[in-house]
T-cell receptor
Framework: KNEVEQSPQNLTAQEGEFITINCSYS?????LHWLQQHPGGGIVSLFM???GKKKHGRLIATINIQEKHSSLHITASHPRDSAVYIC????????????FGAGTILRVKS | GAGVSQSPRYKVAKRGQDVALRCDPI?????LFWYQQALGQGPEFLTY????????KSGLPSDRFFAERPEGSVSTLKIQRTQQEDSAVYLC??????????????????FGPGTRLLVL
């Protein structure tokens, strides 16, 4: 079983829809990250959180430490949100290495 | 300011050839990471440097993989005697890490564009 599990693997939405991507992890972590990867490889960090909730524009990330679960929400989705969204957790002796989920491929249709 | 840069962006190698991949982190970033991303999968950790010290190399898949960061800035990932299974995107990331005064650790990692390696 992977240490970080994401669902769904693929998601197609209509423009304007509210989107939720889920992430569960099975190990102790120091932080959880949500990242966005566009075709061609570039990865951008969206959020880093260890408790509660963070919001940036139309993106909201929440984490429940007790349940080892996090969600990424996109409100009023837009075709430009189409990308791969990756959940990753920080662990390791130095709290350094990122352990990644497999990613969720999001396509928002206009 | 400039982000993390990697070179080359694309590399085609014949099986058995040695390759060297370069990463220029953001200036002043203490921590540097290498990840390997196979097609259709999430990245996987290879190794971690804090300044010039390689503190974690637990993800390197074999002794054909070697990484260095001799002056605590630019890093090179070297793969000897490349095999077809080495074909992947190699991502470099950097972060501020511990401040000089031992202040808070900032762990947001900034990623480079990656080097896409194809071994024929």
């Amino acid at each position: 079983k992977n240490e970080v599990e994401q669902s769904p693997q693929n998601l197609t939405a209509q423009e304007g829809e509210f989107i939720t991507i889920n992430c569960s992890y099975s190990v102790g972590i120091s932080a959880l990250h949500w990242l966005q990867q566009h075709p061609g490889g570039g990865i951008v960090s969206l959020f880093m959180l260890s408790s509660g909730k963070k919001k940036h524009g139309r993106l909201i990330a929440t984490i429940n430490i007790q349940e080892k679960h996090s969600s990424l929400h996109i409100t009023a989705s837009h075709p430009r949100d189409s990308a791969v969204y990756i959940c990753a957790v920080t662990r390791g002796e130095y709290g350094n290495k990122l352990v990644f989920g497999a990613g969720t491929i999001l396509r928002v249709k206009s | 300011g400039a982000g993390v840069s990697q070179s080359p962006r694309y590399k085609v190698a014949k099986r058995g050839q040695d390759v060297a991949l370069r990463c220029d982190p953001i200036s002043g970033h203490v921590s540097l990471f290498w990840y390997q991303q196979a097609l259709g999968q999430g990245p996987e950790f290879l190794t971690y440097f804090q300044n010039e010290a390689q503190l974690d190399k637990s993800g390197l898949p074999s002794d054909r993989f070697f990484a260095e960061r001799p002056e605590g800035s630019v890093s090179t990932l070297k793969i000897q005697r490349t095999q077809q299974e080495d074909s992947a995107v190699y991502l470099c990331a950097s972060s501020l890490g511990l401040g000089v005064s031992g202040g808070p650790v900032i762990k947001t990692q900034y990623f480079g564009p990656g080097t896409r390696l194809l071994v024929l």
